[in-house]
Antibody, heavy 120, light 107 residues
Framework: QVQLQESGPGLVKPSQTLSLTCTVS??????????WTWIRQHPGKGLEWVGY???????YYSPSLKSRLTISIATSKNQFSLTLTSLTAADTAVYYC????????????WGQGTLVTVSS | DIQMTQSPSSLSASVGDRVTITCRAS??????LNWYQQTPGKAPKLLIY???SLQSGVPSRFSGSGFGTDFTLTISTLQPEDFATYYC?????????FGQGTKVEIQ
C-alpha cells in the first residue's frame, strides 16, 4: 500500500523559509510511471496546485509561487521536498504531497496533509 | 491559466437522491478532467480520472462524463458517507487548476 507522509514545522515566522518533506513508502520514488506533487489548501478554502517534480529532477511550478519555490527529490531516501521562501500570512495553509500518474495525469495517493501557520 | 468553474457551489440533498455537479473549463481540456472528494479534516480522495474512469475502490454510484469544456459528476443514489466537498481538476496543462468546490450537504 502506497503511503505518503508530510513532515515539517507547524509554525514559521514571517519572512522565514518553509521546508517540508514528503516520505513515500510502498513504492519507489524512482518509479518512472509517476511524478510527485505538492498541493496546498488555505483554511476553509479550495485546493491550490503548487508544483511537481519528476524522478529525473525536472520541475513545474505554479507561476504565482515560482520566484519563491523549490521542489527537490532525494531518490536514495524515497523523499521529495518543498522549500518556500519569504513567507507571509498568505502562505498559511495545509500542505499536501501526492503521487501523480503520468498516464492520465491525476493524483491517486495523497498524504494526510500538514498545517503550516505563518505567524510571529 | 485554465479557469475551472463548478456549479453549484453548494447543494442540499437527501440520502437516496441523484446528485449532479458540473464543471466547466475556460478552454478545451479534452478528457483531462479529474474529480476528488474531500471530507472535513481529510485529504482529497480521487474518484474519477480522465473524465469518466472510475478509480479503483470507488463505488459505482459515482460516474463522470464530458469532453472538451463541459463535464459532469453524478452520484446516482446519495449515501450518508457522500456528504462532502467535491472538486474538479484539469490536468491538460500546467499550472494544474481546480474548481472552487461543491459542498454537498444533508437536507
Amino acid at each position: 500500500q502506497v503511503q505518503l507522509q508530510e513532515s515539517g514545522p507547524g509554525l514559521v515566522k514571517p519572512s522565514q523559509t518553509l521546508s517540508l518533506t514528503c516520505t513515500v513508502s510502498g513504492d519507489s520514488i524512482s518509479n518512472g510511471a509517476y511524478y510527485w506533487t505538492w498541493i496546498r489548501q488555505h483554511p476553509g478554502k479550495g485546493l491550490e496546485w503548487v508544483g511537481y517534480i519528476y524522478d529525473s529532477g525536472s520541475t513545474y511550478y505554479s507561476p504565482s509561487l515560482k520566484s519563491r519555490l523549490t521542489i527537490s527529490i532525494a531518490t536514495s531516501k524515497n523523499q521529495f521536498s518543498l522549500t518556500l521562501t519569504s513567507l507571509t500570512a498568505a502562505d498559511t495553509a495545509v500542505y499536501y504531497c501526492a503521487r501523480a500518474r503520468h498516464s492520465g495525469d491525476y493524483e491517486d495517493y495523497w498524504g494526510q496533509g500538514t498545517l503550516v501557520t505563518v505567524s510571529s | 491559466d485554465i479557469q475551472m468553474t463548478q456549479s453549484p457551489s453548494s447543494l442540499s440533498a437527501s440520502v437516496g437522491d441523484r446528485v449532479t455537479i458540473t464543471c466547466r473549463a475556460s478552454q478545451s481540456i479534452r478528457s483531462y478532467l479529474n474529480w476528488y472528494q474531500q471530507t472535513p479534516g481529510k485529504a482529497p480522495k480521487l474518484l474519477i480520472y480522465t473524465a469518466s474512469s472510475l478509480q479503483s475502490g470507488v463505488p459505482s454510484r459515482f460516474s463522470g462524463s464530458g469532453f472538451g469544456t463541459d463535464f459532469t459528476l453524478t452520484i446516482s443514489t446519495l449515501q450518508p458517507e457522500d456528504f462532502a466537498t467535491y472538486y474538479c481538476q484539469q490536468s491538460y496543462n500546467t499550472p494544474r487548476t481546480f474548481g472552487q468546490g461543491t459542498k454537498v450537504e444533508i437536507q
